[in-house]
């Protein structure tokens, strides 16, 4: 079985290690891929390595050149080892779908979409209705299958829970005699969800110099967080982060993940910080079945600054329960969020879509 991952700029640029796994452990599974990615330039369209060969494509353009760049991507298919012959399409982000069908009606093969947020549901059940092609959908957490089924139950969604590697024993945070370190981790497309969170972290860890905080570039450019810590006298114990994502190492040292956008897309980080024992501050549980209150992580569900500022604090003050919500963290995600299970249902789906010869 052949498999081709098509992924817009938004999932590459958040997603690209997953991307990978996915790729990889697909390879191990029989199921040869090809990884099509957008053009982004030389500086951001990194190899993911020899055993996830890609092919970059142009995103940008008019509706009526998708058939154009469908056809560029099949060229160089073709022109890439002769292989123009595949059985599934498998699309990753929303502003891939389109491409994603072109490609699916050209080579006549079944399409599987990503449903990574509950927002894409009303698309997906209008998609569903209207294609030419056999298509399923696949949900990266259980919550988002819910939300599907009551919306229409004839959409055809199946789970596929993102896995991502954990450690064999769980990383103590909070150590003694050494700094605290917090990841605030935002989309930003929420200013005052966002605003909120990073207010009522400022207000906790106000006048500690002990404490510093961490945040993606993206969220403080769109949520004007460098102004308002400025403004809070805070910009020593600030640091902004370009590409977070990408530099996953750092985010995954911290003691502290807060998460206030959970209700949004699903992102594999929380997923890793979670594994690496961090203690998770969210904003809700109704996008993650992982977050479970008060055992798995603290959640904030009056997103007020007052709130996210008591529920942090306390964890400081506290730092056996949140190494105790950070250990619970560790151990739910080794066990629900294998790679092998992720793979394992990807493979299922497809398998619905072309049986695999026993």
């Known amino acids: 079985m052949r498999a081709l991952l098509i992924v817009d700029r938004l999932f590459a640029q958040h997603e690209r290690a997953m991307l990978g796994r996915t790729s990889i452990g697909l390879l191990d599974e029989g199921i040869e891929t090809r990884l099509i990615v957008p053009d982004l330039g030389e500086t951001h369209t990194a190899s993911l390595?020899?055993?996830v060969p890609q092919i970059n494509y142009k995103d940008r353009g008019l509706?009526?050149?998708?058939?154009?760049?469908?056809?560029?991507?099949?060229?160089?298919?073709?022109t890439d080892r002769g292989l123009d012959q595949w059985d599934i399409i498998h699309a990753y982000g929303g502003q891939s779908?389109?491409?994603a069908y072109e490609l699916a009606k050209i080579l006549d093969t079944s399409l599987v979409i990503e449903v990574w947020r509950a927002g894409l549901i009303p698309r997906a059940i209008q998609f569903q209705r209207q294609s030419t092609v056999q298509c399923m959908f696949t949900a990266p957490d259980r919550s988002i299958e819910r939300a599907a089924a009551v919306a229409d139950a004839r959409l055809p969604?199946?789970?596929a829970p993102w896995g991502v590697p954990v450690p064999s024993s769980p990383r103590m945070i909070l150590k003694e005699n050494k700094g605290i370190s917090i990841v605030l981790q935002s989309s930003?497309?929420?200013?005052?969800g966002c605003t909120a969170a990073f207010d009522g972290v400022l207000?906790?860890?106000?006048?500690?110099e002990n404490i510093h905080l961490f945040v993606n570039l993206h969220a403080a450019r769109r949520s004007g967080l460098w102004a308002r810590a400025k403004k809070a006298n805070a910009l020593?114990?600030?640091t902004l982060i370009d590409k977070i994502e990408e530099q996953r190492d750092l985010a995954l040292n911290a003691d502290f993940l807060v998460y206030p956008d959970t209700i949004h897309e699903q992102r594999s980080l929380l997923y890793e910080a979670m594994g690496n024992a961090m203690c998770v501050i969210a904003s809700t549980t109704k996008q993650s079945s992982c977050l479970i209150e008060g055992e798995t992580a603290a959640i904030v569900h009056r997103t007020s600054r007052t709130q996210w500022a008591n529920t942090l604090r306390d964890l400081i003050v506290d730092p056996e329960k949140a190494r105790l919500l950070g250990v619970n963290a560790w151990s739910h995600i080794r066990d629900h969020r294998k790679v092998s299970t992720h793979i394992g249902a990807t493979?299922?789906?497809?398998?619905?879509?072309?049986?695999v010869p026993s």
Request: glycine share 6%; proline share 4%; net charge positive.
């Open 63 to 78: 509706s009526f050149t998708l058939k154009i760049r469908a056809a560029n991507i099949i060229r160089k298919l073709t």
């Open 188 to 192: 930003g497309r929420d200013r005052t």
């Open 203 to 208: 207000d906790a860890i106000a006048g500690n």
């Open 49 to 51: 390595g020899p055993l």
């Open 347 to 355: 493979v299922d789906t497809y398998s619905q879509l072309i049986p």
């Open 97 to 99: 779908w389109a491409l």
């Open 236 to 238: 020593s114990q600030l």
């Open 157 to 159: 969604i199946q789970v």
